[in-house]
């Protein structure tokens, strides 16, 4: 699985941006896709997930303000963020988490991170 991250870059606070994330090759119909993000130093952290039937989860920090949604027919998750704050400059990473029943084994991808600068 490969995963293709997207839509990072440099706003002022208060401002809005959109990551896309695609997923390629073997997807399972069942999964869970997220978000994380990390900064220098710091550990990588959830912001959002969303597993194909539609169950959410979202960050404390997050909540009201950033929305998670995917399309499955495309593999693609999305994470839409709204009142953007210095605090959440990161490096925004895909997640792809599921299990293979025929394998007996999980599956966790990562995909390439994309920069995302709140300037205050």
């Known amino acids: 699985v490969q995963l293709q991250a997207s839509g990072g870059g440099l706003v002022q606070a208060g401002g809005s941006l959109r990551l896309s994330c695609a997923a390629s090759?073997?997807?399972?119909?069942?999964?869970?896709m997220a978000w994380y993000r990390q900064v220098p130093g710091g550990e990588r952290e959830l912001v959002a997930g969303?597993?194909?039937?539609?169950?959410?989860s979202y960050a404390d920090s997050v909540e009201g303000r950033f929305t998670i949604s995917r399309d499955n027919a495309k593999n693609t998750v999305y994470l839409q963020m709204n009142d953007l704050k210095p605090e959440d400059t990161a490096v925004y990473y895909c997640?792809?988490?599921?299990?293979?029943?025929?394998?007996?084994?999980?599956?966790?991808?990562w995909g390439q991170g994309t920069q995302v600068t709140v300037s205050s």
């Open positions: 090759g073997s997807i399972l119909s069942v999964n869970l």
């Open positions: 997640n792809y988490i599921t299990y293979d029943e025929s394998e007996d084994r999980s599956y966790n991808e």
């Open positions: 969303m597993t194909t039937a539609g169950s959410t």
